[in-house]
């Protein structure tokens, strides 16, 4: 049998499919939208042409209850078993694929809520306690995911799901308080900042994450961007480790690692390149400090991250 018969094709579309209210069928699983409200219950099995790479304008609050394999959230690719919990901010690109699947598959093996923004933010502003939940919704830009809580979500997920009205509010409240008030969590997908008690100064601290972001492969040395503000170097480092929760180099690394990733997924350019444009100035130290942000080197990252298309990996000769 020739190699073209054996080869299995990379996925020509590597970006993720946004996906649009008129492709949720209730026949999918989906509820009815002249059923519910804002707030929108789903559950389904596996296989399913729902399990694939894509994202929508709704954050989406992810259990599994049934098999076990690999997640994927924006650029951070890890295992998943029953009870993994995951909250997805709005365009946040995600798909979970089964390794593990019993012949046949599985009639139910994720229990899904979305809801939108809007309702959630304009209400806030009139009812404080509603508030409590903004912080959460802020980190769910990045995905988290919730440790301990799979039994209580499942419980809540089948109590909205059975309710209508206020009812149903209510016991979206509840589970929204319960994810808002957990502390054991982590965040999945690129850098997050902290909050801070001095505006004046996050905003500075904003303006300079923002000015690695934009000129990824630039040179910015601590030392620098401390002279343009003022301050001491070592004043700075203390300031910029307490708003962020890393040190300058280390949050350069991984605003450079996180952009090699979107170049690895997004597309087939060379390890070396993507090695420099990102500005790394050479590739042992690339291949080191993409090791230690992400635990694989950026090939084996590349293998990986094809599986979120639901099809195994294939040797990468592009490498």
């Known amino acids: 049998m020739s190699s073209r018969t054996l080869a299995r094709p990379v996925p020509r579309q590597r970006q993720p499919e946004l996906e649009h209210d008129f492709a949720r069928s209730p026949a999918l699983g989906y509820e009815a939208p002249e059923d519910v409200g804002f707030i929108r219950c789903l559950g389904h099995g596996f296989p399913t042409p729902?399990?694939?790479?894509?994202?929508?304008?709704?954050?989406?609050?992810?259990?599994?209850?049934?098999?076990?394999g690999k997640a994927f959230v924006?650029?951070?690719?890890?295992?998943?078993?029953?009870?993994?919990?995951?909250?997805?901010g709005p365009r946040l690109p995600h798909n979970?694929?089964?390794m593990d699947l019993p012949e046949g598959g599985v009639d139910e093996r994720d229990l899904v809520i979305q809801f939108t923004h809007e309702p959630l933010a304009a209400a806030a502003q009139h009812i404080p306690e509603l508030a409590e939940v903004l912080p959460m919704l802020e980190r769910a830009r990045h995905g988290i995911e919730f440790f301990g809580l799979g039994e209580q979500a499942e419980t809540q997920w089948r109590r909205i799901k059975g309710a209508r009205g206020l009812a149903r509010f209510a016991a979206f409240?509840?589970?929204?308080?319960?994810?808002?008030?957990?502390t054991d969590y982590r965040l999945l997908s690129n850098v997050q900042m902290q909050s801070s008690d001095d505006d004046s100064q996050l905003d500075q601290i904003n303006a300079i994450v923002q000015r690695i972001t934009?000129?990824?492969?630039?040179?910015?040395?601590?030392?620098?961007?401390?002279?343009?503000?003022?301050?001491?170097?070592?004043?700075f480092s203390r300031f910029f480790r307490r708003a962020t929760g890393n040190t300058y180099t280390d949050f350069v690394n991984r605003v450079r690692v996180n952009r090699a990733c979107q170049l690895l997924m997004d597309s087939d350019r060379r390890v070396t390149d993507i090695c420099y444009e990102v500005g790394f100035n050479n590739v042992a130290n690339?291949?080191?400090?993409?090791?230690?942000i992400k635990g694989m080197t950026p090939s084996e990252f590349r293998r990986q991250s094809d599986r979120r298309f639901g099809l195994p990996p294939m040797p990468d000769p592009r490498a």
């Open 50 to 68: 729902l399990a694939r790479w894509h994202h929508h304008d709704e954050y989406e609050l992810h259990l599994i209850v049934a098999t076990s």
């Open 74 to 88: 924006g650029d951070w690719i890890g295992p998943f078993q029953p009870g993994h919990l995951v909250l997805t």
């Open 96 to 98: 979970w694929v089964s």
């Open 173 to 182: 409240a509840d589970l929204l308080a319960l994810l808002a008030r957990c």
């Open 214 to 235: 934009d000129n990824v492969a630039q040179s910015l040395s601590a030392g620098e961007l401390a002279a343009e503000l003022d301050m001491s170097e070592s004043r």
């Open 286 to 292: 690339f291949n080191r400090r993409f090791l230690d």
